[in-house]
């Protein structure tokens, strides 16, 4: 079972505040930082001057005058997000979020969620949801190596051969994409269909890759993300993942640094 490494005068005991709140729910930990630059984080009062402070636990401190509690247990959720929604809390557009969608989906005692990375607008499938920051920083770092499979509907024409050479990786326009498994499918017409598993999730990479290869995507839908798959999640619903499922799949994560 790994212990902490032990503390020394350049290791304050505890954690930094930024994980901390993560931790709790509160935002991710590049959130959490914004916040304490704007002076909404304070602890018994006085505001919180760096992220890099570090506390044995959350007593009295507050974000935004409201005190926050302890940590719930990690909980996780999939949601099948429809084209159409952005993945974000607010849009300043006035665009339709994925949060407006959750009001109805996601189960009445549900925590606040965050989402495990993004799906573009154009972009519809397998959304996992956390109340947990550091779950979710975990999974969104390139380093954790988590597969992420999407399925792409294309026009266009490409090789089996084509895609085999994905496998060691390609540099687009100075952009430098690891490695991807992809295999065609079937289609109708001069559409067709790839399969393709990434572990980094750069932006907009599937994509990008693609168009490379001079397909045009017409439609492109994540179905698994790690071990959760959409199965058949109706889209616009949300489900809980199981207890021992998610207890399963953490165990599997690199512990996270300070």
Do not use: C
Not at 143 to 164: K, M, N, W
Request: no cysteine; hydrophobic share 35%.
């Amino acid at each position: 079972m790994p212990t902490k490494p032990p503390r020394t005068e350049d290791r304050p005991e505890g954690d930094r505040i930024a994980k901390l709140l993560a931790r709790a729910g509160i935002a991710s930990r590049r959130e959490v930082e914004r916040m304490i630059a704007d002076g909404r984080v304070t602890i018994d009062g006085k505001a919180v001057e760096s992220p890099a402070t570090f506390l044995t636990g959350l007593r009295g401190v507050a974000v935004d005058g409201k005190p926050v509690a302890a940590p719930e247990p990690a909980q996780l959720f999939a949601f099948h997000k429809p084209v159409g929604l952005i993945t974000a809390e607010r849009d300043p557009k006035g665009r339709s979020t994925i949060y407006d969608a959750l009001v109805n989906a996601l189960p009445k005692d549900a925590p606040r969620v965050m989402p495990v990375g993004r799906l573009d607008i154009n972009t519809e499938g397998l959304l996992l949801l956390t109340n947990d920051g550091e779950l979710k920083r975990q999974m969104e770092l390139p380093s954790s190596g988590i597969p992420r499979t999407y399925r792409a509907r294309a026009f266009g024409e490409v090789s089996q051969a084509q895609l085999d050479d994905l496998i060691e990786g390609v540099e687009i326009e100075g952009v430098r994409y690891g490695s991807i498994n992809a295999n065609l499918e079937r289609g109708k017409g001069r559409n067709i269909w790839v399969e393709m598993t990434i572990t980094e999730g750069k932006n907009r990479e599937v994509r990008r890759v693609l168009e490379w290869l001079g397909l045009k995507v017409n439609r492109l839908i994540r179905t698994a993300y790690g071990p959760f798959e959409l199965g058949d999640l109706p889209r616009g619903a949300a489900a809980r993942i199981r207890k021992q499922d998610l207890g399963r799949f953490m165990s599997t994560l690199k512990r996270p640094e300070k």
